[in-house]
């Protein structure tokens, strides 16, 4: 799965319990380092480090974990803390929590002493389906949203459904946006089962969240191992990402969850999509219907133009100033390196707020004539 060798992703309930087994073979249990936040780790992570060899629950390294904070004072604090508690070069730091833990504390392990080995724990829907699979870690600079960071594969994921159950149902809901986004780009039999059972997954039915997690991470592993670096085919789980992550740097990374903004992201590409005619129109309906199924979203603020542009010209996905961009050309086919015209992403991002509340009253999309804008 990665260009280190391939590596385990145990998904299954009851998977916690065989934590201890999986990290012990991963390395040193006496050199296992704990790294999580203070509400994860009042949650269950002393539930997960009682599963852990050695001392890997005893002197956890905290730190807040809002996107905020996903920097690289951060990361220098965790090394530090690392240095102090005699972390060496045979050190295994095991990563509890969601999706901002899961990279940050992986850039930290990428980083320190140039590398030492990681294991992934994620306790959140988005970092199970997305952010704890492929070996992405990161962290983020005020230009915008994981601009420094390492590709660094895990040793070993778990990924417990039954970590879920406790999860404040905003952050559920937040991962239910990633797991869309594998069905729009290559999965019409997982979109097809999301809009059948959206109100059993939004339930938490153990047998459908099982199943959706499973299928979720098997796109992710097929489409990573074919290209782990992102230099071709990878680029499709960037759907919905080229706008989600500007909104989060516009707002200061304190208005939205990732998965909500990756959600207004996704509308707003199939819209494009849409309006230069290379999506249908019942498919761009129904990729914007079963986004607006989930619940609603925190309203998109007016976000100056020329500091929208600003932010999407500096992404790592962009090419020399342009941006490029992900496109479904039907459901579980995509595009990827398309440009946009400027005043069609302006006026697609003005429309958001009128597209969704057409999608959930269940009318027309607005705009959904065909021809460019």
Known sequence: MSSSGSYAVVCAPGALARAGALVLHRGDSANAFIVSSPRVWRHCGRAIAAKCPGRAGRHPILFDDRESRKNLATVESIARQLIKAGADRHATVVAVGGGVVGDVAGFAAATYLRGVRLVQIPTTLVAQVDSAVGGKTGVNLPEGKNLVGA???????????????????????????????????????????????????LRRDSADLGWIISRSIAIKARVVGEDERE????????????????????TGYRLFLHGEAIGWGMVAASMMALSMDRLPLMDAFRIVRLIASVGPLPKVPAIPAAKLRSILAGDKKSRGGRVLWVFPRKIG????????????VEKTVRSLPEIMNEAQSGAKLPGAKRGKS
């Not at 997982?190 to 059993?200: G, K, T, V």
Request: charged letters at 20%; glycine letters at 8%.
């Open 151 to 201: 590709f660094y594969p895990p040793k070993v994921v778990i990924a417990d459904p039954a970590l879920l159950a406790t999860l404040p149902h905003r952050e559920y809901r937040s991962g239910l946006y990633e797991v869309i986004k594998y069905g729009a780009i290559a999965d019409p039999e997982l979109f097809a089962f999301l809009e059948r059972r959206m109100s059993s997954v």
């Open 231 to 250: 230099g071709g085919l990878r680029q499709i789980l960037n759907f919905g990402h080229t706008l989600g992550h500007a909104l989060e740097a516009a």
């Open 333 to 344: 086919k995509t595009v990827w390196g398309v440009e946009v015209p400027w005043r069609l």
